[in-house]
């Protein structure tokens, strides 16, 4: 079972560059989550997805936008990349019972370094 | 502001040692305590605590929490290599609107030597 699939796995942006990471899940789980994870600073939410065509913004939003246009994708899109942006980004997904018990299926992440 | 401390930030032991890794919190309107073991990549699920004094166990791991005194341990014993990870503590508190937001520790760099 592939679970959920992030692409690309790596990848090196200057600033300014657009770049667009995709978030796979064949789970049929409803709810998506993008979180970044920094050196010293935890995992922390960017933004989250409730169901097909809803997205929310987390704790960290600012420089992101995301597309929840179907179930199994969730992407997560960087228009003018900074080297705040710098880090590791993981999706995540849940079932909807998964959301309340805090049981999440994470990605293998993403590695994104922005110069 | 919500806040998760998970200690110690690393821990080298031995095969067969036991270890005791913490978690307190500070958050609003607490729901539950999740236990999240990252190998070098993904995290994965270990244990969600709701209750105070309940022990969740699995294999060797095990995990407790004491809403009191706001906080959590997990304790693995008979340590193997392949305990070797990053673990990752959460608390789920509501985000507003209805739904609920994790809010993760910096985890604890556990290192188990041969």
């Known amino acids: 079972n592939a679970g959920v699939t992030q692409t690309p796995k790596f990848r090196v942006l200057k600033t300014g560059q657009s770049m667009t990471l995709l978030c796979a899940q064949d789970?049929?789980?409803?709810?998506m989550y993008w979180y970044r994870q920094d050196p010293g600073m935890g995992l922390r939410l960017i933004h989250y997805?409730?169901?097909?065509?809803?997205?929310a913004k987390g704790e960290v939003p600012d420089g992101y936008n995301v597309s929840r246009l179907k179930k199994q994708n969730f992407l997560l899109g960087l228009e003018s990349a900074a080297p705040s942006q710098t880090s590791v980004y993981f999706c995540?997904?849940?079932?909807?019972?998964?959301?309340?018990?805090?049981?999440?299926?994470f990605g293998e992440g993403s590695r994104l370094t922005v110069l | 502001e919500d806040k998760v401390v998970q200690s110690p930030l690393s821990l080298v032991v031995h095969e067969g040692d036991t270890v005791t890794l913490n978690c307190s919190y500070e958050?609003?309107?607490?729901?539950?305590l999740l236990w999240y073991k990252q190998e070098k990549k993904a995290p994965t699920f270990l244990f969600m605590l709701?209750?105070?004094?309940i022990e969740k166990k699995s294999g060797r791991l095990s995990s407790i929490l004491d809403k009191k005194e706001l906080f959590s341990i997990l304790n693995i014993t008979a340590t193997q290599t392949g305990d070797s990870a990053v673990y990752l503590c959460?608390?789920?508190?509501?985000?507003?609107?209805?739904?609920?937001?994790?809010?993760f520790g910096k985890g604890t760099k556990l290192t188990v030597n041969p």
């Open positions: 995540a997904s849940s079932s909807e019972a998964g959301a309340n018990t805090g049981e999440l299926f």
């Open positions: 789970m049929n789980h409803e709810y």
């Open positions: 997805s409730v169901g097909e065509g809803t997205t």
């Open positions: 958050v609003t309107n607490f729901r539950s």
């Open positions: 709701t209750s105070s004094g």
């Open positions: 959460a608390v789920e508190a509501p985000r507003g609107g209805g739904s609920e937001k994790l809010v």
